[in-house]
């Protein structure tokens, strides 16, 4: 069995090897002609950017596509740069007229997503040429490689039950050097993916075939990211499945976080674009969907018809009553731990780091500072945006509509939502996201800490203080402060991923759904402890 | 100020301080030779199976004793001096107090076996012993195989520990299923069973002769009482039961003119109000002795909830609030390997005569429950339950209003604690109770009214 597991660590290996080495490969360059429909394409009315692009690439057919990417930027670059010389010439001449005219020569955009343009048309090699076969080298290898490292858990594990052997033991899992390298290769995952995507474009030439069987288009960077999600959640689940095999509240969690991932996240938006309706990921909830409200969006979806007007509504529906009626009834948990495709990740490729999260009263405050501010950050950015969609105006109490869509974009939808929410999974634990950035999750806590049913009970007298259920907290809950005391567990981070109740060697847990009355029940003496039992009764009264 | 001294940071010291903090401003000062800070011991199992690491077993973080304005102090009490109130400790340090709480806990016993001091020899108890675990037994290169001896909560514990590492483990109990003194046959035979298909070998019925050594003075081997058999090992844990570890009070009776000494049997003697033979100085947790076990408990509890009842009960007293230790209806827990056990009220190894029992084991081998009921009065006594967790509030209030067996039947539904989406098996107990007593006892529907109305 562990031959099985270790061949399958190294074939695992092997596919990550190939998936990563198959960016530095492929050669990049266009001919004229190629340039020329790329070019009409785009529209551009600059006069200097086709000659620049064709001194920089056409007939190069040997340039990596670092090179190439440096090379297309300093095209561009060099087009920008041309005219930005004249406007600042036309200034100093108080020329107007013709200073005005030199705006529409220029070409906006990230640079590494105008090179990625150019980089899809113009990549040959092997891989482009032989998807299929780069689809089982690294997909498939990695897939193979990590069943074969996890199913013989089956056996290996003993016994169904709470097995944490060795979890602290582990580079991998208690911060050791293993697990500060997969840190390094997340985050560069994600600054990668983020913000120099022209790099990666070889791995969306693997998934050409199958975005175009999907959605009928080529298969764009973030088409990788989405299917790498996909299949590494159902390669993790399987993980769950074997280790929490005991324990249904896990099994049927796990399934669910999966469906809603691969359906509602993945395959209904694909298939929506190939339909050529707006692709709509319909659990994704503003204000995590924090770019819902942006001018773009509301424009997609009033030019979409009938089906762009229901996402509108129903955009609005989940936010403002869906989601807190369902937080009423379920507690966040039925968001967090069992839909959210954030909150899905984490509880699959994430849950072998979930003891690592900080569980110190610092942490804590920081925890409601920050997430809280999230939560403002994108209410005001949302009000700006709006208040500037309906106006016409440019910015709102001097607050400019771009200027803080952009920031957010890239503070939060990228930074903390990416590289560092899930980059740092294998130090910080896997919730760092959710617990400190996520302001969807800032908003269901408030629901949750006020106006819900659900509660963690503590079951009496019975906590032994041991401690496993705030070690292996994902949300840095310190639930053994609450257990020990034999009060009930009522916190706005909590979002009843119920492996507390999991570890509990004691039984001394359980989520439920009850009446709002004693769900939160401070207790000065535990049960079983008969001190003034009657005389407490009759105070409290 | 009163100067308040506890001699133990075990969670019966630490529960008192706590309590006598929040009702009074007092100076606290607690005394440990084992820990700089409190730490869950039975928790230390989860350290050593790297579930956890040590600083995960400890409730509080460092920071909270200065905040609370609770002072620690590292040190080993050797004589405690009654007349001047005076500790003095084993390295010339003294220390005065006011009022003392003596909440020393246990110590592992030893019943004089030879070799029982030898290298590689060790209880599972202290942090201390959890150090030595490591170094004897780190995994099966350093040990290939350990032995222990007596079948308690903290024997298996030890073997659970040990297996998790892949070191093969024999496990001596004296008696003639695993800890059936406390566990009917029906329970004790399934904890049998979850033993062995671990892996690891258990042999019933039998006692430990002697602890022999290697020339380095090490642990070699043991040897078999009944057979004879010598079991060639690395390291032995000794888990026969623990005893008060209160051998400095003992020491400090030999000097007459240090004032009178504290009354000890086994543990420290203690009345109802946990006070000693000596005012202004009492005793709580495992140390502690009643003159008479409370209800039908014994004398001396070695249990977690009960030394911390007995902590929030002496903060009361100190503070002025003389009051009783009434510990209520028993209830305990604990986890056999994989199996989870949870006991409300009584359920004795061997029926007494008034008593009826009923029974029920799942398919599996790894659920049960067995009910204890009078069998005049119907009146429900106690629960054993395996594999299945109930709600401990709904047993307190069952054993408060003495509801009777039918009761309890009718409600499991209510009593039932299991995670969400477990599969129940209250239909299956009820029908087979009825089948055997010829009853027509109705499962009622979980209610949340009635739930809330117990407590």
């Known amino acids: 069995m562990k031959t099985i597991k270790y061949t399958g660590l190294i074939i695992f290996l092997i596919g990550l090897a190939i998936f990563t080495a198959s960016l530095f490969t492929g050669s990049f360059g266009l001919n004229e002609s190629e340039l020329n429909t790329f070019i009409d394409s785009k529209g551009y009315k600059s006069e200097i950017i086709k000659n620049e692009l064709k001194k920089a690439v056409v007939d190069q057919r040997n340039l990596n596509i670092f090179e190439f990417s440096s090379r297309i930027r300093g095209a561009y670059q060099a087009s920008n740069d041309y005219y930005d010389g004249l406007i600042a010439k036309y200034d100093a001449e108080k020329n107007w007229d013709k200073k005005g005219e030199q705006f529409q020569y220029k070409i906006y955009g990230k640079p590494h997503t105008l090179s990625y343009d150019i980089a899809k048309k113009a990549g040959s090699g092997f891989i482009k040429e032989n998807a299929g076969i780069m689809w089982w080298l690294t997909f498939g290898l990695g897939i193979l490689g990590a069943l074969l490292f996890i199913l013989p858990n089956l056996i290996l594990l003993g016994p169904k039950g709470i097995k944490n052997n060795g979890i602290f033991h582990e580079a991998s899992t208690n911060r050791g050097w293993i697990a500060w390298i997969v840190l390094a290769f997340l985050v560069s995952f994600y600054l990668t993916l983020y913000f120099a995507p022209d790099y990666v474009v070889n791995w969306t030439f693997i998934l050409d075939p199958m975005s175009k069987a999907l959605n009928g288009g080529e298969a764009s960077q973030w088409f990788v990211y989405g299917f790498l999600y996909c299949v590494i959640m159902l390669v993790m689940a399987a993980r769950m499945y074997i280790k929490y095999r005991h324990n249904k509240y896990q099994i049927i969690r796990t399934t669910s976080v999966l469906f809603f991932q691969i359906v509602f996240a993945f395959l209904i938006p694909e298939i929506m674009t190939s339909l050529n309706m707006p692709g709509y990921d319909f659990k994704n909830a503003f204000p995590l969907d924090y770019d819902f409200f942006f001018e773009w969006n509301l424009k997609s979806l009033t030019e979409s018809g009938s089906i762009g007007l229901f996402i509108l509504v129903w955009g609005i529906v989940l936010t403002l009553i869906i989601v807190p009626l369902m937080v009423y009834f379920f507690g966040k948990r039925w968001y967090c731990s069992w839909v959210c495709g954030c909150g899905g990740l984490a509880e699959t490729l994430g849950d072998p780091y979930r003891q690592n999260s900080d569980k110190s009263l610092n942490a804590w405050k920081m925890e409601r500072w920050i997430i809280h501010a999230v939560l403002v950050f994108s209410v005001v950015m949302t009000i700006v945006t709006l208040y500037c969609y309906f106006s016409g105006a440019e910015s709102l109490l001097g607050i400019k509509s771009q200027w803080i869509k952009d920031t957010y974009s890239f503070l939060i939808g990228a930074w903390f939502a990416g590289v560092i929410g899930t980059g740092f999974y294998p130090i910080f634990g896997n919730r760092v996201w959710c617990r400190f950035g996520c302001p969807l999750a800032a908003y269901l806590g408030i629901v949750q800490r006020f106006k819900s049913r659900f509660r963690i009970t503590t079951n009496g007298g019975q906590c032994i203080s041991c401690g496993n259920c705030s070690t292996y907290c994902e949300q840095g809950i310190d639930v053994r402060a609450y257990a020990q005391k034999g009060e009930n567990i009522v916190r706005a981070s909590c979002v009843g991923c119920g492996i507390c109740s999991a570890v509990c060697p004691r039984g001394v847990l359980k989520l439920e759904n009850g009446p709002e009355k004693g769900r939160i029940n401070p207790t000065d003496v535990l049960l079983g402890n008969d001190v003034d039992l009657m005389d407490l009764v009759n105070q409290k009264q | ?455």
């Not at chain 2, 062995?196 to 042999?203: F, H, P, Q, Y």
């Not at chain 2, 020339?215 to 005893?243: D, H, W, Y």
């Not at chain 2, 003119?257 to 033979?277: A, D, F, H, M, P």
Request: hydrophobic share 35%; charged share 25%; aromatic share 10%.
């Open chain 2, 1 to 455: 100020m009163k100067h308040i001294v506890i001699i133990g940071n075990g969670i019966s010291g630490v529960t008192a301080a706590r309590h006598i903090r929040k009702l009074s401003d007092k100076k606290i000062t607690i005394v440990s030779a084992e820990t700089d800070y409190f730490f869950s011991r039975t928790a230390l199992m989860y350290v050593y199976m790297g579930h956890m690491k040590f600083e995960h077993t400890q409730p509080y973080e460092n920071w909270f004793w200065k905040k609370n304005n609770i002072e620690l102090k590292k040190g080993y009490v050797k004589i405690v001096e009654t007349k001047s109130k005076t500790l003095h400790f084993a390295n010339g340090d003294a220390l005065q107090y006011d009022k003392l709480i003596i909440a020393t806990g246990s110590k592992p016993n030893k019943f004089g076996w030879p070799g029982q001091d030898l290298d590689g020899v060790m209880g599972m108890y202290h942090k201390q012993d959890l150090d030595n675990l490591e170094k004897y037994a780190p995994n099966n290169k350093v040990c290939k195989r350990a032995v222990i001896v007596g079948g308690g909560l903290i024997g298996i514990e030890l073997a659970e520990m040990l297996h998790s590492r892949h070191i093969p483990v024999t496990f001596l109990v004296r008696e003639a299923s695993f800890w059936d003194a406390v566990l009917p046959k029906g329970e004790s035979a399934m904890i049998n069973r979850e033993i062995l298909s671990n892996g690891i070998d258990l042999r019933l019925g039998v006692n430990l002769k002697e602890i022999k050594a290697d020339e380095n003075g090490r642990v070699k081997s043991i040897i078999i009482q009944e057979t004879g058999e010598e079991i060639p090992c690395n390291m032995v844990g000794l888990t026969a039961g623990v005893s008060p570890n209160i051998d400095f009070i003992k020491d400090s009776e030999t000097s007459a003119e240090l004032g009178r000494s504290i009354e000890t049997g086994r543990g420290i003697k203690v009345n109802r109000y946990l006070e000693t033979n000596i005012s202004d100085i009492y005793a709580i947790g495992d140390c502690a002795e009643q003159h008479e076990g409370i209800d039908q408990r014994r004398p001396i509890e070695a249990v977690w909830y009960t030394g911390r009842m007995m902590g929030e009960t002496v903060a009361q007293t100190i503070c002025g609030n003389r009051i009783k230790y009434k510990p209520g209806h028993w209830f305990n827990s604990a986890k056999f390997i994989d199996i989870e056990y949870q006991t409300y009220g009584w359920v004795w190894a061997q029926p007494k005569d008034h008593e009826s029992r009923f029974y029920w084991e799942h398919q599996d081998g790894k659920t049960c429950i067995h009910i204890n009921y009078d069998k005049n009065t119907r009146e429900f006594i106690g629960i054993n339950t395996f594999g299945i967790r109930m709600r401990h509030e709904f047993f307190d209030n069952v054993l408060t209003q003495k509801h009777s067996v039918d009761y309890v039947l009718e409600h499991l539904a209510d009593a039932n604690f299991d995670p969400e989406f477990y599969k129940l098996h209250e239909k299956d107990i009820v029908a087979k109770f009825n089948k055997e007593n010829n009853t027509n006892i109705q499962l009622k529907k979980k209610s949340w009214t009635r739930i809330f109305q117990t407590s």
